[in-house]
């Protein structure tokens, strides 16, 4: 590796994350390769990072003030996860900012020591009538957040 080559991303092991959500696999999501394809893992960090706020009170999808918008997404694929298998989703809160915060995903296979996938997406959070970005994030999702860092 020289100087101006960026070091190969590397699977992560369970203890990067601080939480985990148990997935289920579907028929659905497999793809030609007989493994489930790409975009589902989007669909995963989504849902994953979306029912934790949900379930914690500090997104309401309906009626809420603040909602976040994905402006940045990215994904490593280290093995391949297939139906029918279990998947264990790890989350982490990376950074914080004013009005933007990167999660990170990482996505086990059932009893696997390292993720078959991680990746990050950005939300910026933003008034759910302008669109426009939040001076500050809201104190109870800040806080929700940072107990994920």
């Known amino acids: 590796m020289t100087a101006s080559t960026p070091a190969r991303p590397q699977p992560h092991g369970r203890d990067a994350y601080p939480i985990f959500r148990r997935i ?42 603040t909602i976040g918008l994905v402006v940045e ?6 093995s391949s996860l297939a139906f029918p298998q279990n998947v264990d989703a790890g989350l982490r809160v990376t950074r914080i900012g004013s009005s933007s915060v990167r999660y990170e995903v990482g996505l086990f296979a059932e009893g696997e020591a390292q993720t078959a996938a991680h990746g990050h997406f950005v939300h910026v959070y933003v008034d759910s009538q302008t669109r426009r970005p939040v001076s500050a994030l809201p104190p109870e999702l800040k806080k929700v957040l940072e107990d994920l860092e």
């Open 73 to 78: 997404t990215h994904c490593n694929y280290f």
């Open 24 to 65: 289920t696999t579907r028929w659905l999501d497999n793809d030609a390769y007989g493994h489930v394809n790409n975009v589902v893992y989007y669909h995963w960090f989504d849902t994953v990072v979306n029912a934790h706020l949900i379930e914690h009170g500090v997104l309401d999808i309906q009626q809420g003030q």
